[in-house]
């Protein structure tokens, strides 16, 4: 099994919902995304999206632009993200690893040799939010025979034609966005979410992850027994804009840990 499979075979073993963790790769800066991944797992992630940078970043709201912007202004291209990548792979770093970003770097860079790339850094999977099912199959092709997944988004709006598209095109997981609008935090979770779930359980067999809006343990909560996976991002990026640098891989993992459900100062294994 691929990493991404085995983990979540462990989840159902275990009886649990998994916590994805996405960072924008380059933000604050590479030396720091190398320091936070690893805090992110260590306060219960079980999973990692990796960001892409991008300058029209339109599924995202003003927390991730922000990030994303910022990345740019480093220099942080898609080729520093796949040596993030395997740079975490040579730090022992076991768990699965994903891109997430927008089709157009992936097709700049060529998409055979990034699938390629990816492979041999050590990407488990790529997410790409503009890229509908219709238009995947150029980029399927190049990733299925390197071992890399490609995973879908589909929102409160898809149809069932699209839900089973999808499911037809994607490996490793499903991505539910829970409401319709862009990334960030919210209040409550998106009532949305669960008929989404609910209809795309009924017509797949692979794990689904739920994002946009997690922000709080009682989000991650409502999932329990219906989602395979809770996504967070803009309340991580959040914690890491607010604190002060040589507390920003703490903030990670505290905030992990909350949402975890972890009693203060244990450490979750899988």
Do not use: W
Not at 15 to 22: E, K, N, P
Request: proline share 6%; aromatic share 6%; hydrophobic share 45%.
């Amino acid at each position: 099994m691929s990493r991404i499979e085995e983990t979540f075979a462990r989840l159902r073993r275990q009886g649990r919902i998994g916590l994805i963790a996405f960072l924008t790769t380059g933000f604050p800066d590479v030396a720091s995304t190398l320091s936070l991944v690893p805090a992110a797992l260590e306060g219960g992630a079980d999973i990692v999206e990796l960001g892409v940078p991008f300058s029209d970043p339109l599924a995202d709201g003003t927390t991730i632009q922000r990030a994303s912007a910022a990345a740019l202004e480093q220099g942080v291209t898609l080729q520093t993200c796949l040596e993030v990548v395997g740079e975490m792979r040579r730090r022992g770093v076991a768990a699965p690893l994903l891109l997430m970003g927008y089709y157009n770097p992936f097709l700049h860079y060529g998409l055979e040799a990034f699938a390629k790339q990816a492979a041999g850094a050590g990407a488990d999977g790529v997410i790409v939010p503009d890229l509908p099912p219709e238009a995947a199959h150029p980029f399927r092709e190049a990733l299925s025979p390197c071992g890399v997944d490609l995973v879908f988004l589909l929102a409160p709006t898809s149809t069932e034609e699209r839900i089973k598209q999808a499911a037809q095109l994607a490996s490793g997981f499903l991505y539910c966005v829970s409401l319709t609008g862009v990334t960030g935090a919210r209040a409550a979770l998106s009532t949305a979410a669960h008929d989404l779930v609910s209809r795309v359980r009924r017509l797949s067999d692979l794990p689904i992850a739920v994002g946009f809006g997690i922000s709080r343990p009682e989000h991650v909560q409502a999932l329990r027994g219906k989602a395979d996976a809770a996504v967070v991002g803009s309340a991580l990026i959040d914690a890491i804009e607010k604190a002060p640098p040589d507390e920003r891989a703490q903030r990670v993992k505290a905030l992990m840990k909350e949402l975890s459900g972890q009693p203060h100062g244990t450490r979750r294994r899988g």
